[in-house]
């Protein structure tokens, strides 16, 4: 994809942002962000529906018949977007202890968060293999170093590297899909962008990019689908209609 169209798309929106009515967009948002709380778990196999998952994030109603963890993991999802959301504002970079602290929100209720694991892991149907814990530790700590250093010349590679490496290193025993698309839209987001939603029904689609970055280094599937993903978003927010002016006599 062309990746000055995208830029052109987005300076639209920059422009336009502001004009768009309050209402429209909190709606919006507060559907987006429940979309891809329902769809990152659900890549994951988590059970609830989408209107099982409003139910549970709008309401604060539970759900029978589901297990306890899953309704953790929906709700210590959205509590994780929302830290994120609440860091870029403050303008705080993403390093190792802001990626901590999202995997401790995410395992909360669950497991304990925020610690690497000292075991192998292993990703059924998958070609690559995740590093064993000391060469993980090696990789992970080069992880972070190359986060800090990284060109931002282009943010879509930015933000597929940053998940494709991490998920790749694979440094928890789980979460470590969930974390990826956080720590994704954290680079997006902190860089003007808007965020993006993985669908579950594309779960197929995406292991596959993610197996061409973790074999052969080959970034540019994954890429590519953030940046349609991403023009799709683009696409949703300059299709709204600015508020109406009115002029008086």
């Excluded at 709700?75 to 830290?83: C, D, R």
Aim: with cysteine.
């Amino acid at each position: 994809m062309d990746y000055q169209i995208l830029l052109q798309k987005k300076a639209l929106y920059d422009q336009r942002k502001d004009t768009l009515p309050e209402a429209t967009v909190k709606s919006y948002v507060q559907a987006f962000e429940l979309e891809y709380t329902h769809h990152s778990t659900a890549i994951e196999g988590n059970t609830l529906s989408l209107l099982e998952t409003k139910v549970l994030l709008e309401e604060g109603l539970s759900v029978g018949g589901k297990k306890l963890r899953e309704i953790y993991e929906v709700v210590n999802h959205n509590k994780a977007y929302q830290y994120i959301k609440n860091c870029i504002v403050q303008g705080l970079p993403l390093d190792e202890n802001r990626i901590k602290d999202i995997h401790a929100m995410l395992m909360e209720n669950i497991m304990v968060g925020g610690i690497y694991r000292n075991v192998d892991v292993y990703i059924s149907g998958a070609a690559h293999t995740p590093p064993s814990p000391n060469e993980m530790y090696r990789q992970v700590k080069d992880f972070y170093v190359d986060l800090s250093e990284k060109s931002i010349s282009n943010v879509i590679e930015l933000a597929a590297w940053t998940h494709a490496e991490f998920v790749r290193i694979h440094p928890f025993t789980d979460g470590n899909g969930r974390t990826s698309r956080l720590i994704m839209n954290y680079q997006l987001m902190a860089h003007g962008f808007l965020p993006i939603s993985i669908a579950k029904e594309e779960r197929l689609s995406y292991f596959n990019a993610l197996e061409a970055y973790a074999v052969n280094q080959d970034l540019s599937p994954f890429a590519d689908m953030i940046a349609v993903l991403e023009e799709q978003q683009l696409d949703r927010y300059l299709g709204m209609k600015e508020e109406p002016m009115f002029w008086k006599d």
